[in-house]
């Protein structure tokens, strides 16, 4: 079955940096699109980065672009988020994400989601 796991959230100072992680497995990762999305408390959960299965083709919410950098390892079956100069706004619960066709139509998988924390 379709399993998402993110690690390497944490505990940050605004300006810091983390990088997180989600190890993809159950489909074929090389042929999916991946995002990133976060949710704060009391907010909508929002887009925050995508990446193609190739590579070449990003997009960031215009929030993170220049601090954030979304990458992936198709051998590992694992995508990245880079996040640098992190502020408090940027605290959220971070989730992995990928859609796939089935036969009922398109399902999103979401991984459990890992905490950032920014501290001012």
């Known amino acids: 079955q379709v399993q998402l796991v993110e690690s390497g959230g944490g505990s940050v100072q605004s300006g810091g940096s983390l990088r997180l992680s989600c190890a993809a497995s159950?489909?074929?990762?090389?042929?999916?699109?991946m995002n990133w999305y976060r949710q704060a408390p009391g907010k909508e959960r929002e887009k925050v980065a995508s990446?193609?299965?190739?590579?070449?083709?990003?997009w960031y919410v215009d929030s993170v672009k220049g601090r954030f950098t979304i990458s992936r390892d198709n051998p590992k079956n694992t995508v990245y988020l880079q996040m640098n100069s992190l502020n408090p706004e940027d605290a959220a619960i971070y989730y992995c994400?990928?859609?796939?066709?089935?036969?009922?139509?398109?399902?999103?998988?979401w991984g459990q989601g890992t905490q950032v924390t920014v501290s001012s």
């Open positions: 159950g489909f074929t990762f090389s042929a999916k699109v």
């Open positions: 994400n990928t859609q796939i066709w089935e036969w009922s139509g398109p399902h999103d998988y």
């Open positions: 990446i193609s299965s190739g590579s070449d083709t990003l």
